[in-house]
């Protein structure tokens, strides 16, 4: 066999291989990899994201790649087309619009608030669940105020990151003997260095109004006290 027939047969076994590869979703999914990380790198530079995984998901007709920020909260997205896969698809504007709140812009509405990564966990009053808020309190991520007060170390640790500069966030369910039920969720934006607040000062179970939802931006901490004194016998 001389030297030709030799390289060409090398060359074919390695193209089959690749080829197999390719097919396979193997050499795809690095693709998607490094063509997904790149372009968050790129295009979204004031986060810090490091690749989870990734999954072909048929449904979508892509790949499912998951990335976490530094305070360990994932993100979910689509990378098109199973064989060439560099676009991103699903996903990519919901993170858009969050990075340009909380990096660029900051918060300018009751929307933008509850779009925020550290409270969209938690729900919107306005479309909040009971059985979500009971889950909510039952594991302990409310400041519960009856006839006394529970969870109170989530006060302090808002406190703590609120003088070290860092964005934090409480919910605060008040009861009332009365069995009435106001629920304040107070965000601190250290971008603008900003103290949000959204208030059911009569929370209904899904059934509040826009205008039943109070939303104020405050300039200090030491505001805080004043506004609920403000709202206590309302």
């Not at 098109?80 to 858009?96: A, C």
């Not at 529970?150 to 003997?177: C, G, P, S, W």
């Not at 104020?216 to 006290?225: M, P, Q, R, S, W």
Request: proline share 1%; glycine share 4%.
């Amino acid at each position: 066999m001389n030297k030709k027939k030799i390289v060409t047969i090398i060359v074919s076994f390695v193209l089959v291989i690749i080829l197999g590869l390719w097919i396979s979703g193997i050499i795809p999914k690095q693709i998607a990899i490094v063509y997904a990380t790149n372009y968050l790198k790129k295009n979204f530079p004031k986060i810090q994201l490091e690749y989870v995984n990734i999954e072909w998901a048929s449904v979508f007709g892509g790949y499912s790649i998951r990335f976490k920020d530094e305070n360990d909260k994932l993100h979910y997205f689509i990378v098109n087309n199973k064989y060439f896969p560099i676009s991103l698809g699903q996903g990519l504007q919901e993170f858009r619009e969050s990075y340009k709140t909380e990096y660029e812009v900051g918060i300018l509405n009751i929307d933008d608030f509850y779009n925020h990564s550290i409270v969209i966990e938690y729900g919107a009053l306005r479309n909040l669940r009971e059985k979500d808020l009971e889950e909510q309190i039952e594991k302990n991520k409310c400041l519960v105020i009856r006839e006394k007060i529970y969870n109170d170390n989530l006060y302090h640790e808002f406190m703590n990151k609120y003088y070290k500069k860092e964005n934090t966030f409480i919910r605060v369910v008040q009861e009332t003997a009365q069995g009435d039920i106001s629920i304040t969720d107070i965000l601190y934006e250290a971008m603008n260095d900003k103290i949000h607040i959204v208030r059911a000062d009569k929370w209904q179970r899904m059934t509040l109004k826009d205008n039943e939802v109070e939303y104020k931006v405050l300039k200090n901490i030491g505001e805080i006290d004043e506004y609920f004194k403000a709202t206590e016998y309302r």
